[in-house]
């Protein structure tokens, strides 16, 4: 499975992105999605993930309520919704595939993408 994220760029505090993930290859749409970042200096952590089906979501508690992840299996793409961005939410975000929603909550992702680059400014 590859991963191609898309969407990241400069944002203002507050403001809002929309990041894209088109998966291609062996049965993409089967695997559970997922989200991860990581700032400078820090270690890459869980953001978001979503079940094959779309039927279950997890969630960091630091973007509850302001972030939405979504897919469309039609598309073979799963989205990232942020809104309310923070400074704090400035980091790299990769894309992910895993087995399932609460395995890539755990960190166990099968596949990775390449990142975006968020920047929220203050």
């Known amino acids: 499975v590859q991963l191609q994220a898309s969407g990241g760029g400069l944002v203002q505090a507050g403001g809002s992105l929309r990041l894209s993930c088109a998966a291609s290859g062996r049965t993409g749409s089967s695997y559970a999605m997922g989200w991860f970042r990581q700032a400078p200096g820090k270690v890459r952590e869980f953001v978001a993930a979503?079940?094959?089906?779309?039927?279950?979501?997890y969630y960091a508690d630091s973007v509850k309520g302001r972030f939405t992840i979504s897919r469309d299996n039609a598309k073979n793409t799963v989205y990232l919704q942020m809104n309310s961005l923070k400074p704090e939410d400035t980091a790299v975000y990769y894309c992910s595939a895993g087995v399932s929603a609460s395995s890539l909550s755990l960190g166990g992702v099968n596949y990775w993408g390449k990142g975006t680059q968020v920047t929220v400014s203050s």
């Open positions: 979503i079940s094959w089906n779309g039927g279950t979501t």
